[in-house]
């Protein structure tokens, strides 16, 4: 046998290096997907929709089953106009650019989308990404590189997190939604350094919302840019329903705002805003945005579309925020505990005891014909094993009620409740 890197003597001679499988870090993950299928249990985030029916409705398995876990707040996905603009915009302009933005692929739509977005949040700059991850992504490593810190709350995005790396930036985390630990770790950072604060104005697993009216401030106090996610806060937080940081009345202390259209806009695709003037040269030299392939046009129409109609969507937003309150207390009169003791998002988690007691009860919500999210770490934080609801400005009173019974069925059969 040769030395690693040498070649044989002998051209015939066959070397044989023995290394690890790469598959085998993910073994123990494999084998407890195994013990729970074993035992009867499907696996959760492997459900197939086998129609769409409505913003709030789906066949699932063959059952009529109510979505509660998709991220659809506003309901757009299904609106007359939203869908007329798509269908107008595939016959006018095929089905894809076939470039990226900084080559063939930017179509009057794109401009128009962004536009679109401008209008929104009464702002200078917009830009469109293919995704909300790709946003993130790309606005934090272009920003922050080598030599430069990005502090961040310990229960952020995977998309920030992998900002940072592929930036290459110093990762600074603070403590989840902790003031005083978010200004020590500003207060032990150089002065001179460039520094980045990236918060969320809605956390996606608890539900929980920023105090972005202490938190913002004193990043500015320290020289820090600010960058807002406002991807689970759009379109309902807020008189504009421009997000948290509107709803604080701190968005014009705010640098970038990062957003997505795969939930409240009801499409998908990302995008960041800015007031700043030299925002627009980050399009020449932000990777994840100058070699991707640009949106297909039906998607920047019904984008488009969607944001000009949430500009004027207050019942809608008054509608979510009744049923967020009504079924958070209906599950705590249950008996069901919850991650915030009020309802402060369209995202309510309901926390249960461990992996197979939050298995089993989503299962049997699913057997009922409700859908959820189930969630386990490294998605929450450890130790944490929770249902997901996601409520729609499309959910009837009815529905409401019937998810309520649901629940109460299911987590009697489950041992979940008494």
């Known amino acids: ?32 997907r195994n013990r729970l299928l074993d035992s009867g249990i499907r696996d959760p985030f492997a459900i197939v929709m086998d129609e769409v029916k409505s913003p709030t409705e789906a066949i699932i398995d063959g059952r009529n089953t109510i979505l509660l876990g998709t991220y659809n707040y506003m309901g757009m996905t299904f609106d007359p106009d939203v ?6 915009a595939l016959d006018r302009f095929g089905s894809g650019t076939t470039g990226s933005r900084v080559l063939n692929g930017t179509y009057c739509g794109h401009m ?67 003031v ?17 604060v990236v918060l969320e104005g809605v956390y996606s697993m608890l539900g929980d919302i920023a105090p972005l009216d202490e938190m913002i401030p004193l990043a500015k106090q320290h020289g820090a840019m600010v960058l807002v996610d406002e991807a689970h806060s759009m379109g309902f937080f807020g008189e504009n329903g421009r997000g948290v940081a509107e709803a604080q009345g701190v968005i014009d202390q705010v640098d970038f705002i990062i957003g997505t259209f795969s939930k409240s806009v009801g499409t998908v695709g990302g995008f960041c805003v800015s007031n700043h003037a030299k925002t627009e040269f980050l399009r020449l030299v932000c990777r994840p945005y100058t070699f991707t ?102 959910h009837s009173s009815e529905q409401v009620d019937e998810i309520l019974a649901m629940f109460e069925a299911a987590g009697r059969a489950t041992g979940a409740i008494g």
């Open 180 to 196: 005083e630990n978010l200004a020590k770790r500003l207060e032990r950072l150089p002065r001179e350094a460039g520094k980045l």
């Open 112 to 178: 128009e989308v962004e536009q679109a977005l401008k209008e929104f949040y009464a702002m200078d700059h917009a830009m469109v990404f293919s995704t909300g991850y790709q946003a993130n992504l790309g606005i934090i490593s272009t920003l922050a590189g080598k030599g430069d810190y990005v502090i961040l709350d310990a229960d952020s995005h995977a998309s920030i997190y992998d900002g940072c790396f592929l930036g290459n930036a110093e990762t600074v985390r603070f403590r989840h939604n902790n």
């Open 83 to 88: 869908i007329a603009a798509g269908k107008d």
């Open 293 to 394: 392939a640009s949106l297909p046009p039906s998607v920047v129409a019904t984008a488009a579309t969607s944001i000009r109609k949430l500009m004027h969507a207050g019942d809608k937003r008054a509608h979510l925020w009744e049923n967020s309150k009504r079924l958070h207390k209906g599950l705590r009169d249950l008996g069901f505990r919850l991650a915030t003791d009020e309802a402060e998002s369209a995202i309510l988690a309901v926390l249960l005891d461990d992996q197979e007691q939050a298995v089993r009860m989503w299962q049997a919500l699913l057997e009922h014909g409700l859908y959820v999210n189930m969630a386990r770490p490294p998605a929450t934080p450890s130790g944490v094993y929770l249902l997901r609801c996601s409520l729609c400005a499309e």
């Open 1 to 32: 046998m040769t030395e690693p890197g040498n070649q044989p003597d002998d051209p015939g001679e066959q070397a044989t290096v023995t290394s690890r499988n790469l598959f085998d870090k993910f073994e123990p993950l494999m084998q407890e």
